[in-house]
């Protein structure tokens, strides 16, 4: 997960996804596994917490805005009078209307001045569809929403994934309009005219606040040490449901703690008047933590706090549920506050960078003989693909996007090529100088063709895919050039080298890369999971040195096969924390990008 504290490479890391800084030495922390503070806030109900506070940090509000040119004129004695409606593609294939426009009078070429926001999600291919009509006279005293579509004259349609439109420079991106799906296009030859879709970013996406939290005079809840204590900031939803959006660190056997610095976004917390609830807990190792105090109060009341150099007493709730509190002696200072604007995701997507995709097959003998029906390597003759195959459309088809020339390295592990040794790296294509493969359809072509020219082998071993990929992305960061690596790794079984692969994890952490492995198949991924640092501790290399980052993200095609949630979502939903936890915390801001 991203961080809400500073320490990019902290021990016990608080849920989050604040942006790293350099920030001063602070008393040392409790080192350890983290996951009985999360185990406690799923028994509170918060079983999402993780994607909770992931979603509030990452996701960006967009505010689409839309004009057209050279509509066709259906009008008799005027021109057109256009209105566009705009839907978003489910899972399903179903169009959900978001949005529409109001209608602008007489007019083939109109700039619709209604905006509709729409929320970005990375992870998923958001597919847009942009319906135009000509409202006739007698509905324009009409509100737009209450308008029957189908009373309209239609003027054409348009589609796009969002992901097209925020990876443009300028945000903006033109289509050609054409004839409703199932009218012959080729007695409709004239040109149905264009439509321009532009996004705006929120500012409410760019700012965060940071603060540093102290208490004093903490009651004491340990028998034989001091308590140790750590906070839950949390919001309340229109609901009434308190929502947690961040914790800090536990601090070991102190009643007067400061923590690191946590940083909260806008969108987490909705408004600097919004009312946020910040308890603080002492952490017990069973998961049930002692409330040792709470109090209520909005970043504008923190921020006074902070200017008034004073502490507000902590309180605890009564028993009974009545409006009587007990009033502690216990004090929350605010040492540090302060507000800014930060780079997003988006901005380095319209500055130009680039997310690279990559992808790595297991071709150990452990997949069976893919002549037969029970491999997982077989390519059933109806069309349906098996999970290697799924696994890189999937999340291909979400990354594809990002990646100008869709040009992807592409390799296999654990094979013997013909007349060669068993090789734990080899180009997919076939090639002895070159490794890429043109689009999705290229890695597929090289897949199929590589399964009639290698042989299945092993052992199963990562550090060679992983320092290969990890070459290219240090090259490209010797070359100066903003770009980042995803490597999707898919594999049916357990890995035998995991110190070497630990070894290649944690140099790679330095560079712009990321790892995500898909297991497939029905083997015992324990070993996996321990090389994704959500599960526990940073990873370490054998000489001791501790991964700067996570940059691994491990699911089993069988947790999520089936289920409502895609293997991309699962996959890629921490990729854009990555992403900004390594470019804020080198200083890197998007090009040609203005605050």
């Not at 902290?10 to 185990?39: F, I, K, Q, T, Y």
């Not at 879709?197 to 606040?209: G, Y």
């Not at 150099?309 to 302060?338: I, W």
């Not at 070159?434 to 082998?457: D, F, H, K, Q, R």
Request: hydrophobic share 35%; proline share 4%.
């Amino acid at each position: 997960m991203g961080n809400c504290c500073s320490d990019v490479a902290g021990g016990r890391a608080a849920v989050g996804g604040g942006a790293p800084h350099n920030h001063h030495h602070h008393r040392r922390h409790s080192e350890g596994p983290n996951d009985a503070v999360d185990l406690f806030l799923k028994s509170r109900g918060y079983s999402s917490v993780f994607s909770q506070i992931q979603v509030s940090l990452i996701l960006s509000r967009l505010a689409l805005s839309l004009s057209a040119s050279s509509l066709r004129d259906r009008d008799v004695l005027s021109k057109s009078d256009p209105m566009a409606v705009i839907y978003m593609k489910g899972r399903d294939g179903k169009l959900e209307e978001i949005g529409r426009t109001e209608v602008v009078l007489n007019s083939l070429n109109p700039t619709w001045i209604k905006k509709v926001n729409v929320t970005y999600h990375f992870e998923v291919v958001q597919t847009l569809v942009f319906h135009v009509y000509d409202v006739d006279t007698q509905f324009h005293n009409i509100d737009v929403k209450m308008l029957k579509l189908e009373d309209q004259q239609f003027l054409g349609e348009a589609s796009c994934a969002l992901s097209e439109v925020v990876t443009k420079s300028s945000r903006l991106l033109t289509l050609d309009l054409v004839p409703h799906e199932g009218i012959n296009k080729a007695t409709h030859s004239s040109s149905y005219g264009k439509l321009t879709v532009h996004a705006e970013e929120s500012i409410c996406s760019r700012t965060a606040v940071e603060i540093t939290f102290r208490c004093s005079e903490l009651e004491n809840k340990d028998l034989f040490s001091k308590s140790d204590p750590f906070l839950v900031i949390s919001r309340t939803a229109e609901s009434g449901i308190s929502i947690p959006i961040c914790k800090t660190e536990v601090i070991k056997d102190d009643l007067n703690p400061t923590w690191k610095p946590v940083f909260l976004s806008m969108q987490q917390v909705g408004s600097k008047d919004n009312p946020l609830t910040i308890e603080c807990f002492n952490f017990n190792n069973n998961g049930k933590h002692d409330l040792i105090g709470k109090i209520e109060k909005s970043l504008v009341e923190l921020e006074k706090i902070h200017l008034d150099r004073k502490g507000e007493n902590l309180y605890l709730p009564s028993a009974t549920g009545h409006d009587y509190h007990k009033v502690l002696k216990s004090q929350l200072y605010v040492e540090e506050f302060s507000e800014s604007v930060q780079y997003t995701f988006l901005d380095y997507l319209a500055g130009g960078c680039e997310l690279n995709f990559m992808v790595a097959i297991d071709f150990t003998a452990s997949n069976g003989n893919p002549r037969l029906p029970d491999s997982l390597h077989y390519i059933d003759p109806s069309g349906r693909p098996n999970a290697y195959q799924k696994a890189i459309m999937e999340v291909g088809g979400v990354l594809q996007f990002y990646d100008s020339d869709k040009r992807f390295p592409a390799w296999g592990f654990g094979a013997r090529p013909i007349d060669g040794p068993v090789s734990h790296c080899f180009n997919l294509n076939g090639s002895n100088s070159y490794c890429e493969v043109e689009g999705i359809p290229g890695i597929m072509t090289a897949y199929m063709s590589a399964l009639s020219n290698v042989s299945l082998a092993g052992p199963t071993l990562f550090g060679r895919v992983i320092s290969t990929a990890a070459n290219i992305a240090s090259q490209a960061l010797a070359d100066e050039q903003q770009k980042y690596f995803v490597l999707l790794i898919i594999t049916d079984g357990v890995i035998t080298d995991l110190e070497e692969t630990k070894d290649a994890i944690v140099k790679a952490s330095d560079l712009p890369l990321s790892i995500l492995i898909v297991g497939v198949g029905g083997a015992d991924f324990k070993e996996m999971e321990f090389l994704d640092a959500d599960k526990g501790e940073r990873l370490e290399s054998t000489s001791g040195r501790v991964a700067s980052r996570d940059i691994v993200q491990f699911v089993p095609f069988r947790d999520v096969h089936g289920g409502e949630v895609s293997v991309a979502q699962t996959l890629l939903a921490e990729l854009p924390t990555q992403f900004l936890t390594y470019m804020r915390s080198r200083g890197i801001e998007p090009k040609n990008r203005i605050l």
